[in-house]
Nanobody
Framework: QVQLVESGGGLMQAGGSLDLSCAVS????????MAWYRQAPGQQRELVAQISRSAVENYRDSVKGRFTISRDNVLNIVYLQMNNLKPEDTAVYYCSADVQEIDREAFRTYWGQGTQVTVSS
C-alpha cells in the first residue's frame, strides 16, 4: 500500500504566499514523476506543476514565475511553493506520484486526499 499525505494550504490574501507539501509512504521501491493538480468548483482537475525524478520541472502558463515545485528523493516528498497568489488560484490542490512498489515492475499513479487553498481578493 502507498499513501500520499498532503499538508499546507489554507486561506490567504491575494499577493500572499502558501507552501504545500506531500509525503509518499508505504511499500515503495521507486518514485517517478510527482505533480500537483488543482480543481476549482465546477471545473475539471488541471495540472499545475510536474517534476521528474531528475528534477525537470513543468508548469501551466498561469502559474509560471509564481509557483515553484521541488522534491526530496530521499524522503519522497514533493513541495509546491506558491507566491503572489491570486483569487483564481482558489481550488482544492492534489498531489500525485508515480510509484513503483516493492515486488512490482509497473509504476502506478497515486493521489493525495486534497487540500483547500483559498485566496481572497
Amino acid at each position: 500500500q502507498v499513501q500520499l499525505v498532503e499538508s499546507g494550504g489554507g486561506l490567504m490574501q491575494a499577493g500572499g504566499s502558501l507552501d504545500l507539501s506531500c509525503a509518499v509512504s508505504g511499500s515503495i521501491l521507486r518514485v517517478g514523476a510527482m505533480a500537483w493538480y488543482r480543481q476549482a468548483p465546477g471545473q475539471q482537475r488541471e495540472l499545475v506543476a510536474q517534476i521528474s525524478r531528475s528534477a525537470v520541472e513543468n508548469y501551466r502558463d498561469s502559474v509560471k514565475g509564481r509557483f515553484t515545485i521541488s522534491r526530496d528523493n530521499v524522503l519522497n516528498i514533493v513541495y509546491l511553493q506558491m507566491n503572489n497568489l491570486k483569487p483564481e488560484d482558489t481550488a482544492v490542490y492534489y498531489c500525485s506520484a508515480d510509484v513503483q512498489e516493492i515486488d512490482r515492475e509497473a509504476f502506478r499513479t497515486y493521489w493525495g486526499q486534497g487540500t483547500q487553498v483559498t485566496v481572497s481578493s
